[in-house]
């Protein structure tokens, strides 16, 4: 069966400067993949290479089966990945609605028209009143989305996110900066908006890791030092001697 | 051979005057991110204040005073203007420096009135240093070399030996470091656009009595120091010397050229059209240099924004 | 479907689903009865000029407003529909073809469009400094090829015409300005109830998130770079659009109406009128359509005047007029409007008192610098005196002391007041 999302010995240098050394990672269909390591491991930029917004210095991406060498991050979207963003990247202008039903433009064929209203169609009505309600900001949908709370915030990116119907779903340190209880609660957004999709997820909080994840992948320093199921790598000895160590004492 | 010799310090002066702009310019553009469209009208008020002192004190005076003038009105522009605007966040930095540029033509007109002054070439500098081939070069073309020159190495030296000019080069990058770091960076930042507008008077005092001293003059030099800097690179120091040295020897050899396009294009095997007063492109055939020459920097700076989108010089945070 | 009960935007903001009738049928209406109401000649011809205005800065607020993007050379687009329609003019005139003049302004929609593809085609890549500067050069380029290429745009002299060279158009020869006005305000109706209706379709909304995020607007399956392009080939259409009726009107088009001064202008404008409401636009160009009509004949200043205001628009006020006006809404909302009255009549009154005592001295100091020697009479607010004595500055300098201190006293009441009436009351959420 093909691989979800297929890395296979991807390298990236910014000058002289490797970040990425050789990372080759098979992440299947609907598996709940996440991502772990000390900072400057690599991990946004590993993001980053696999959405398109870095060009590869060697080595290829395989979205489905199809290459993603020199694609744009529109075209790789347009194949069925999405991502959210480490710091909250969404439209501050815009109420939440207008933010929710933009994501749903494109998936619904509308393309770059100018002969239809948004406000017309049922359609982008609904399916945006359906994904305010799984995010839970019916009640906020008027707003600018620029005055809503860092996690209400959070929560619209996802629903950005997963809006476009895209199978595999890559998210940014989720729940950074977030106390327990908005934790939990993403947590669970998470789980139930990825339902039969495929995730991809850069994660700092190990609670939220070993919680959701089916495998882990250990970034250090630019390469994969370790993947397979959560319980294997926390008791794998190069993880925890290279990051998890006191963390994981500390976590439970 | 000899005109190549004319032609190649008409453009050098133009050149250097291009730059002491440009690089006043590209300095506040590396500084604090704002092109600052107005900046062509601190020139003008540089050649307008040394006028002013001229009739008074003389030129020499005129030449001295009005550049500090002109520093001080520009950084109070920055302390009480620009940085209100800067919250807004860029266009609307860019707008209020266009603005400014159309109130100080006003200004300008209201005080001095439309026409041009009288703000001539000093005495003691009225004469003909020497003559190439029958062309006779002013002592005052000389001076001007000269003083763009000092300037230059002046702006070198402050930058890369002194310590003022090391703050301001890390400034220049990550302002909010050095501002941890203890230093100032507000008063960084007024010094610098008081500087950048410093320099634009200067090349008001000196270029005040060759090209005019009229309410236009911002405007006709404005647009040609926004394309050099696009040119050469937008925050690159050299970039801005490379392209105003270049602009400034382009437009001069067309013009003293009179190249015609029909000779081009002949040249290149298209035959000249009978009836050339009916044909719908008789203009383009009768296109000649010296016509051209102006609008020259433009086609350039196009070009280069389609090929070379950096600049000649510039680097990637453009 | 739609809850009003926690919208802080009105209506009249992108983003809300209804489609209120109520302010384009008083517009229509407005249109046809003014006329009646100001029916010199002059009167008519100021209308024409704010109504081709308007179309062009609504037209460049798709770009500014609505897409975020900056551009200084956007003259050109409405300077070449217009060059464009004046020689199909001429050429109708001379070769007899069959074509309305009511048609006209489509043809100059296209040709602006053309344009538009070609400039947008390498300008739309970027969005902050380089499309700004892209648009500076373009733009200074084809004003100063203006002169050069004589057989296209006339030279010093430009192109001029005959409006009513063609078939009349059921009878009505576009003789008189009535009739061209009639026309214009055909076109202005549609022209900007389409703009409208582009904002609300996929491509509209899009241009909105592009500008607030073109990063993210990739995300969404969106390639920033052709929302921005189609935007632009839609602005140069209406753009077009308002240069064929400018042709239609004036009958000359000359290099004035491609090179920057224009651009600059239009900026001026948009921004003056606010350029995150649709309708600012419409505000700018009738504020300073009649600024500089009415204004001019006052006083040779004007333009320093426009100049200020433009610049106290940037520094404290960005939103623009529309965004003062919409500033006021959540306060009708609350209905605590009332709470303002007097608030107002003791800062504003004062304030602008104060305002026009320093335009007097303004004025003063201009006639005593530039007036002819002996001409010692000026005249303002309708009343004759002589600049050089000392009566007349003393007591427009006392005036104008004493309103902008009574200003600065009451300003603090005002701040107040107004927090206060934007207070629900009853308690807040």
């Not at chain 1, 017309?120 to 799984?134: F, P, V």
């Not at chain 1, 939990?184 to 789980?191: A, C, K, S």
């Not at chain 2, 003559?131 to 000389?142: D, E």
């Not at chain 3, 202005?188 to 500008?211: C, E, K, W």
Request: glycine content about 12%; overall charge negative; charged content about 10%.
């Amino acid at each position: 069966m093909t691989a979800a999302l297929e890395l296979s010995g991807l390298t990236k240098s910014f000058g002289k400067t490797e970040i990425i050394r050789g990372v080759d990672l098979s992440i299947g269909k609907n598996e709940r993949h996440a991502i772990i390591g000390p900072n400057g491991a690599g991990k946004s930029t590993l993001f980053n290479l696999i959405t398109g917004r870095f060009a590869q210095t060697g080595g290829t991406v395989s979205l489905h089966g199809a290459n993603l060498a020199g694609k744009q991050p529109y075209e790789i979207n347009r194949m069925g990945l999405s991502r959210s963003f480490q710091i909250t990247n969404i439209f501050p202008a815009m109420t939440v609605f207008e933010n929710v039903r933009c994501s749903l433009l494109w998936s619904m064929g509308y393309k770059y028209s100018f002969w239809n209203l948004v406000a017309r169609s049922k359609a982008l009505t609904e399916g945006a009143e359906a994904i305010l309600e799984q995010i839970n900001l019916s009640e906020r949908r008027n707003l600018p989305a620029g005055v809503l709370s860092y996690a209400e915030q959070r929560a619209l990116e996802i629903g950005i996110t997963i809006a476009g119907g895209a199978d595999v779903i890559m998210l940014d340190e989720p729940t950074a900066g977030m106390s327990h209880s908005e934790t939990d609660y993403i947590v669970e957004l998470i789980r139930k908006v990825t339902e039969g999709k495929t995730l991809i997820m850069v994660e700092h909080d190990m609670g939220v890791v070993f919680g959701l994840a089916d495998y882990i992948s250990v970034l250090v320093y630019g390469e994969i030092i370790a993947t397979g199921r959560p319980e294997e790598v926390r008791s794998n000895p190069k993880v925890q001697e290279a990051y998890l160590g006191e963390v994981l004492e500390a976590e439970h | 051979m000899e005109l190549i010799l004319v032609n190649l310090i008409d453009g050098l002066v133009t050149g250097l005057l291009l730059f002491m702009l440009s690089a006043g310019l590209t300095l506040i553009f590396s500084m604090m991110g704002v092109l600052n469209f107005a900046h062509a009208s601190f020139y003008m008020l540089g050649a307008y204040f040394a006028f002013q002192i001229s009739l008074a004190l003389g030129f020499w005076m005129g030449l001295l005073i009005a550049p500090i003038v002109v520093g001080v009105l520009g950084a109070g522009v920055e302390r009480y203007g620009l940085r209100r605007v800067h919250q807004y966040g860029h266009v609307p930095e860019l707008i209020f420096t266009f603005g400014l540029a159309l109130l100080i033509e006003e200004v300008v007109q209201f005080l001095w009135g439309k026409n041009q002054m009288a703000y001539n070439v000093p005495e003691v500098l009225n004469f003909t240093a020497f003559a190439i081939a029958g062309n006779s070069i002013p002592a005052y073309k000389i001076f001007m070399i000269f003083i763009s020159i000092a300037i230059f190495i002046g702006l070198l030296y402050i930058l890369t030996k002194t310590r003022v000019g090391m703050i301001i080069q890390a400034a220049l990058s990550y302002p909010k470091t050095v501002e941890a770091l203890g230093h100032n960076v507000p008063l960084v930042f007024m010094g610098v656009f008081g500087v950048g507008t410093a320099l634009a008077g200067v090349a008001g005092v000196i270029a005040g009595p060759v090209l005019g001293t009229f309410p236009g003059m911002a405007f006709v030099l404005g647009s040609i120091v926004f394309v050099t800097i696009v040119i050469g690179g937008l925050g690159s120091l050299w970039g801005a010397l490379v392209a105003s040295l270049l602009i400034g020897w382009i437009t001069t050899f067309a013009k003293s050229y009179n190249i015609l396009m029909s000779d081009i294009l002949n040249a290149v095997g298209i035959a000249t059209p009978e009836n050339l007063d009916d044909n719908i492109f008789r203009d383009l055939w009768t296109i000649t240099s010296p016509q051209i020459a102006d609008i020259l920097p433009y086609i350039l700076m196009v070009l280069i924004l389609i090929f070379r989108p950096y600049g000649l010089l510039g680097n990637r945070d453009a | 479907m739609s809850t009003l009960s926690n919208t802080t935007a009105s209506p009249l903001r992108a983003g809300s689903m209804i489609l209120p009738a109520a302010p384009w049928i008083i517009g229509a209406l407005l249109l046809c009865v003014l006329p009646w109401i100001f029916n010199n000649n002059s009167s008519i011809t100021i209308m024409n000029q704010m109504w081709i205005t308007v179309i062009f800065a609504l037209a460049y607020n798709m770009l500014l407003g609505q897409g975020g993007m900056l551009s200084f050379g956007h003259a050109v687009y409405m300077g070449m529909g217009g060059f464009f329609c004046m020689h199909i003019m001429n050429y109708v005139e001379d070769f007899g073809v069959a074509l309305p003049l009511p048609l006209l302004p489509l043809f100059g929609g296209l040709f602006g469009m053309g344009f538009a593809m070609i400039i947008g085609a390498f300008s739309t890549s970027g969005s902050g400094v380089r499309f700004a500067m892209i648009s500076l050069g373009v733009g200074e380029l084809i004003a100063a090829c203006s002169i050069i290429i004589v057989a296209f745009f006339g030279g010093e002299e430009g192109i001029s015409g005959d409006r009513t060279y063609g078939l009349p158009f059921f009878g009505v020869e576009f003789l008189k300005q009535i009739e061209v006005y009639y026309l214009i305000s055909f076109w202005l109706l549609l022209s900007a109830f389409l703009m409208y209706l582009f904002s609300r379709t996929p491509v509209g909304r899009m241009a909105n998130a592009v500008r607030d995020n073109p990063e993210r607007a990739q995300f969404l399956g969106y390639s920033s770079r052709w929302v921005r392009f189609y935007s632009f080939m839609a602005s140069g259409f209406f753009c077009g659009i308002a240069g064929a009726l400018f042709a239609i009107n004036y009958e000359i088009l000359t290099e004035e109406n491609l090179n920057a001064s224009s651009s600059g202008v239009i900026l001026l404008i948009t921004f003056l009128g606010g350029v995150g409401f649709f309708f600012g636009p419409i505000i700018g160009a009738i504020a300073f359509t009649l600024l500089q009509t009415v204004l001019s004949l006052e006083t040779e200043l004007w333009a320093f005047y426009a100049g200020t205001l433009f610049l106290a628009t940037v520094m404290y006020f960005p939103g623009g007029l529309a965004g003062l006006l919409m500033m006021h809404v959540p306060i009708f909302r609350l209905g605590n409007q009332k709470k303002l009255i007097m608030p107002y009549l003791k800062t504003l009154l004062p304030g602008a008192i104060g305002v026009l005592g320093v335009a007097a001295l303004v004025e003063m100091i201009f006639h005593y610098r530039h007036a002819a020697l002996g001409d010692n009479e000026m005249t303002i607010f309708w009343t004759t005196f002589d600049s050089h004595a000392i009566l007349p500055w003393v007591v427009v300098g006392v005036v104008t002391a004493l309103a902008l201190y009574i200003t600065k006293t009451n300003a603090p009441d005002l701040y107040e007041t107004w927090g206060e009436a934007n207070t629900p009351s009853g308690g807040g959420k």
